[in-house]
């Protein structure tokens, strides 16, 4: 297990990490502002939930294959970025329709931005480098069982996450009830969340 001063210093470099300005931060908050607070919190979980996916990668050794292969990097970070692409052009095409409604529609809603956010964070190869890089740096190699450590940490990390993101999309959509008051307002709302998403599509596609 984990000892105490292990898992205090993570969470502090784990929360600094997670309350920088980054695409998932900007992605809670403009959906949460653009939809409201339950939707930012459950695109934000989605997001969170993500970071499972490459705890269970980098505790099974597959990350740094993944960073060893400059084609198996390339087409994630492909992926990703259209993914990110494919979400700002949906947004921009729906002319504030999206964001309006009600009812069932709203359930629907809520598991699709879940979906999003899950998948938005699984497959970015950024996330992926990072877990590789700043996981081992809090394992104690003396306490042995590193793929256990790096499980724990990995969870401990998304746990923060989801807290962190849920408070932000959870106050951003105080904002996003005034927004929203009127069509015209949540059709620029829309312009505004599709034009973060293709802008950080665009980056994860032609960054270094």
Do not use: E
């Amino acid at each position: 297990m984990l000892s105490p001063d292990q898992i205090l210093a993570f969470l502090a470099a784990a929360m600094l990490i997670t309350l920088s300005p980054g695409p998932d931060n900007l992605m809670v908050l403009s959906l949460g502002i653009a939809r409201g607070r339950r939707h930012g919190m459950v695109f934000g979980l989605g997001c969170a939930l993500g970071c499972l996916s490459h705890t269970l990668l980098a505790a099974a050794g597959i990350s740094a294959l993944l960073a060893a292969s400059a084609t198996a990097f390339l087409a994630l970070k492909l992926a990703g970025g259209l993914y990110l692409v494919w979400l700002g052009v949906q947004a921009l095409r729906s002319h504030g329709r999206q964001w309006q409604g009600g009812g069932q529609g709203q359930q629907d809603g809520l598991a699709a931005l879940f979906g999003k956010g899950l998948l938005a964070n699984a497959i970015n190869p950024k996330v992926v480098l990072f877990f590789l890089a700043f996981l081992p740096q809090f394992i104690v190699a003396d306490g042995g069982a590193i793929a256990w450590q790096t499980l724990q940490l990995g969870v401990l990390f998304t746990l923060q996450a989801a807290l962190l993101f849920g408070l932000l999309g959870y106050f951003s959509g105080y904002a996003g009830q005034w927004l929203m008051s009127t069509p015209r307002r949540s059709m620029w709302l829309d312009r505004i969340a599709g034009t973060v998403f293709v802008a950080l599509g665009l980056r994860l596609i032609f960054s270094r």
